[in-house]
């Protein structure tokens, strides 16, 4: 069982940043392929990027690439979301999963993850 809290979520204007962090309590936390996704308002949850148990591999959606970054921290069982250039269609609750994957590739299917966290809110105002 692996227990997952976002954190870092909030209200920002158009063009800020923000860091969304995502401690996990699994000892195994270097064995999973780690995930954020995004659900906002009336809208299926969607896959943002994921990083791969190494952190080798690396997938971001198109919406996103350029602008957000992902990184883990193995010893500290932390994987974080970097958010820059932050914009209105961005809002959303933010979501952090774990996949079991001995691949280490970085899969983009919401149903592939085993954990989930309970989300955190952004806010982007225009």
């Known amino acids: 069982q692996v227990q997952l809290v976002e954190s870092g979520g909030g209200l920002v204007q158009a063009g800020g940043s923000l860091r969304l962090s995502c401690a996990a309590s699994?000892?195994?936390?270097?064995?999973?392929?780690m995930g954020w996704f995004r659900q906002a308002p009336g809208k299926e949850r969607e896959f943002v990027g994921g990083?791969?148990?190494?952190?080798?591999?690396?997938n971001y959606a198109d919406s996103v690439k350029g602008r957000f970054t992902i990184s883990r921290d193995n010893a500290k069982n932390t994987v974080y979301l970097q958010m820059n250039s932050l914009k209105p269609e961005d809002t959303a609750v933010y979501y952090c999963?774990?996949?079991?994957?001995?691949?280490?590739?970085?899969?983009?299917?919401?149903?592939?993850?085993?954990?989930w966290g309970q989300g955190t809110p952004v806010t982007v105002s225009s």
């Open positions: 699994a000892r195994t936390f270097s064995s999973y392929t």
């Open positions: 999963a774990a996949d079991f994957n001995f691949k280490g590739t970085v899969r983009m299917t919401a149903r592939e993850y085993d954990y």
């Open positions: 990083i791969s148990w190494s952190g080798a591999n690396l």
